[in-house]
Nanobody, 115 residues
Framework: VQLQASGGGLVQAGGSLRLACVAS????????VGWFRQAPGKEREFVAA????????SYADSVKDRFTISRDYARSTVYLQMNSLKPEDTAVYYC?????????WGQGTQVTVSS
């Protein structure tokens, strides 16, 4: 599966952005799709994920209650709605599709939150 991430940009603190991860090549219904982020000088970290099938979601504590992950199978897209953004959310955001031992990463999309 190939992934294309988009939706990043520059936003003021307290603002919102919605990221999209569009899959092609295979249906994403059986994949666990996650969002990760990497800030300058830091390791890539988990943000949120949604499982295939029942769609169970999970979030990092730092984004819980502010970010929401969702999916649209018809559009083969997984979204990350980000509200109440903080400067510390500034990073390159990546999506990943995982099934068994197979994983695919999308290219990153930059999110910059100004104070």
């Amino acid at each position: 599966v190939q992934l294309q991430a988009s939706g990043g940009g520059l936003v003021q603190a307290g603002g919102s952005l919605r990221l999209a991860c569009v899959a092609s090549g295979r249906t994403i219904s059986s994949y666990r799709v996650g969002w990760f982020r990497q800030a300058p000088g830091k390791e890539r970290e988990f943000v949120a994920a949604i499982r295939g099938g029942g769609g169970t979601t999970s979030y990092a504590d730092s984004v819980k209650d502010r970010f929401t992950i969702s999916r649209d199978y018809a559009r083969s897209t997984v979204y990350l709605q980000m509200n109440s953004l903080k400067p510390e959310d500034t990073a390159v955001y990546y999506c990943r599709a995982l099934r068994g031992i197979t994983s695919s990463w999308g290219q990153g999309t930059q999110v910059t939150v100004s104070s």
